[in-house]
């Protein structure tokens, strides 16, 4: 199959959905597909923030990668970029000629994939990856008749698609309590089960990124949604049990300066490490390393990070928000309120201080997490988009 998947973002820019789909297209490429990314164009500072030197990058022989001029707006890690859709990406969408067209964003680069599709008779289906309720709560105008007006235009966008994927039954619940009505199923993001996997030296690895025996970790943009300060405000309790805890931070994002500013405030400053953007190999030792991964976020719609984490055998504490409890079960991890600092630092607490617990979630966490191997959510799609051009020919379109 050709497959054209459009996407508001995309590499260099620090975001699940980036690596979903970059894992997703591997996959498709080694089953023999061929996969043409139509993404915006970033600029040398975006690449900078999350410490690549610009360029594009390789991802093989099947997958190619079309870049639209796009708009500095800032949100979330700082890179974010907004194109102005033109209808022009018809012609380069025309030259790949694809069997079907995937959108995984509904702004810019949707409205082309939108346009292109019906103007060439193209097969067009969507994902959804965004709790648009929650992030609507955080976008600099915040009006009632503003956010109305958005949650009608993404159900007016997804009423295009032959169908519409998420990856939580969450996501779907929201679009349908607003209107939407058209076909929907859940399908996991990839996850890389092999860059991520447990690793053996887990002393090694905390002597080598200088890690307390009790390290707690998170990963992710930092950005007001994710409600890292939560975990922040924990450490206080944490500490008069446990002196050594330490939380380790990777990730960027326009709220580290609000974050660090608090940790000192708390006076565990000395207890809190922002590691900054990390490779995927670096991050897997760093979960090797840490003992307990924490999600306090009430925005995520999967966590890519968490399900990484889960992979490498961490066990999970994560909130009762959105996506994650269809994630985290009796199995992998402990589920809390949302904002509960109090709950979440005896949680953290019982956990440190046992290790049978520990081992218990982490190897169901590694065996939950294996469901969602790249290698298993590509062969979904593949089945996915097979459906669907049938379907589309069918119809007489």
Excluded at 270 to 291: I, R, S, T
Excluded at 294 to 322: F, H, N, Y
Excluded at 336 to 341: A, M, R, S, Y
Aim: contains cysteine.
């Amino acid at each position: 199959m050709k497959i054209a998947i459009f996407s508001d973002n995309f590499y260099p820019e620090l975001s699940g959905i980036s690596d979903s789909i970059i894992g997703l297209s591997n996959e498709l490429a080694k089953r023999g597909h061929f996969i043409n990314f139509y993404v915006p164009r970033y600029s040398p500072k975006n690449y900078r923030v999350a410490g690549l030197e610009p360029g594009e990058i390789d991802l093989g022989a099947n997958i190619t990668i079309t870049r639209f001029p796009s708009l500095y707006f800032g949100a979330g890690t700082g890179q974010g970029r907004a194109v102005i859709p033109t209808g022009l990406s018809y012609f380069k969408v025309k030259k790949f000629n694809p069997d079907i067209i995937h959108s995984q964003l509904f702004f810019g680069v949707g409205i082309e994939g939108l346009l292109a599709a019906k103007l060439l008779g193209k097969p067009f289906i969507g994902t959804n990856h965004t709790a648009i309720k929650e992030f609507l709560r955080y976008a600099p105008l915040h009006h009632e008749w503003l956010d109305d007006l958005i949650i009608r235009y993404v159900n007016w966008y997804y009423s295009h698609c032959l169908l519409t994927t998420a990856p939580s039954r969450s996501v779907i619940e929201e679009m349908e309590h607003f209107g939407f009505r058209g076909e929907c199923h859940v399908i996991s993001n990839p996850i890389d089960t092999v860059t991520f996997q447990p690793l053996a030296d887990k002393n090694w690895l905390r002597k080598k990124f200088g890690f307390s025996e009790n390290t707690i970790v998170h990963a992710g943009r930092l950005s007001p949604e994710r409600n890292i300060d939560v975990i922040i405000k924990a450490l206080p309790l944490i500490k008069r049990k446990i002196p050594s805890v330490e939380l380790v931070i990777a990730g960027k994002g326009v709220g580290e300066k609000d974050l660090r500013s608090l940790a000192k405030s708390l006076n565990v400053e000395d207890n809190v490490k922002f590691l900054g953007f990390l490779e995927k190999p670096a991050l897997a030792e760093v979960y090797n390393a840490a003992k307990i991964f924490v999600i306090t976020s009430t925005s995520d719609t999967q966590s890519m990070v968490m399900m990484q984490a889960m992979a490498c055998g961490l066990p999970i504490i994560g909130v009762k928000a959105r996506a994650l409890p269809e994630y985290i079960n009796s199995k992998n991890g402990i589920l809390i309120e949302p904002g509960d600092e109090k709950a979440l630092a005896k949680n953290i607490i019982s956990l440190l201080s046992n290790s049978d617990k520990r081992k218990r979630f982490g190897a169901g966490a590694r065996i939950f997490a294996n469901k969602f191997s790249a290698p298993e959510i590509a062969k979904e799609w593949e089945q996915i988009y097979e459906r669907a051009i049938k379907g589309y020919k069918k119809s007489g379109f």
